[in-house]
Nanobody, 126 residues
Framework: QVQLVESGGGLVQAGGSLRVSCAAS????????AGWFRQVPGKEREFVAA????????KYADSMKGRFTISRDNAKNSVYLQMNSLKPEDTAVYYC???????????????????WGQGTQVTVSS
């Protein structure tokens, strides 16, 4: 089974940028579709972005389109989320997730993912 570890979270001012990373171990991440979700206390986990095994199919939540970019580097066994023009409402714990899949799948549902990282806190100050 693959294990996921997120990093790169932190405190940033509104309008700033941050890149969070997800490092995989145990199995090649190339065998998995990957996604990013986020959660604030008291709310359900929210879909952010997803990317297929080869990076050819990418999906975003509507509120993140144009500001966030998901990418992956299978050679480095990693998935990334570049976040620009950050807003205070982007403050959350960001989770990386992965699921074994075919080449053309990038799931948006939390229930589609079988492996999760521990999360990394992103705080955007106003």
């Amino acid at each position: 089974q693959v294990q996921l570890v997120e990093s790169g979270g932190g405190l940033v001012q509104a309008g700033g940028s941050l890149r969070v990373s997800c490092a995989a171990s145990g199995r090649p991440i190339s065998a998995f579709a990957a996604g990013w979700f986020r959660q604030v206390p008291g709310k359900e986990r929210e879909f952010v972005a997803a990317i297929s095994r080869n990076g050819g199919i990418i999906k975003y939540a509507d509120s993140m389109k144009g500001r966030f970019t998901i990418s992956r580097d299978n050679a480095k066994n990693s998935v990334y989320l570049q976040m620009n023009s950050l807003k205070p409402e982007d403050t959350a714990v960001y989770y990386c997730a992965a699921t074994p899949s075919g080449y053309y799948t990038s799931p948006k549902q939390e229930s589609d993912y079988s492996v999760w990282g521990q999360g990394t806190q992103v705080t955007v100050s106003s």
